[in-house]
Nanobody, 114 residues
Framework: QVQLVESGGGLVQPGGSLRLSCAASGFAFSRETMMWYRQAPGKGREFVATITSAGGSTNYAASVKGRFTISRDNAKNTVYLQMTSLKPEDTAVYYC???????WGQGTQVTVSS
């Protein structure tokens, strides 16, 4: 079955960095676009970034553009989100999403606080 398992979240100070990982299994990962979303406390889930199957094209939410980088390793069936210059407003649960079939991981908590 399809599984998406996020990891790498944690507590970081403003201005710090984190790298999230999403390990995928149960489908042809290398053929599919993958996405990251986030949900802050009391808010709806919002798009963060997306990457095409071969990694040739990426797109970002305006709020993270220039600070976050999405990438993938198709040999490891893993998509990453490198987050830099983190701000308190980046605090959220971050989710990996497979667009086809609308599969989501369980999420990983990122907290940006001093």
């Amino acid at each position: 079955q399809v599984q998406l398992v996020e990891s790498g979240g944690g507590l970081v100070q403003p201005g710090g960095s984190l790298r999230l990982s999403c390990a995928a299994s149960g489908f042809a990962f290398s053929r599919e676009t993958m996405m990251w979303y986030r949900q802050a406390p009391g808010k709806g889930r919002e798009f963060v970034a997306t990457i095409t199957s071969a990694g040739g094209s990426t797109n970002y939410a305006a709020s993270v553009k220039g600070r976050f980088t999405i990438s993938r390793d198709n040999a490891k069936n893993t998509v990453y989100l490198q987050m830099t210059s983190l701000k308190p407003e980046d605090t959220a649960v971050y989710y990996c999403r497979r667009l086809i079939g609308d599969y989501w991981g369980q999420g990983t908590q990122v907290t940006v606080s001093s």
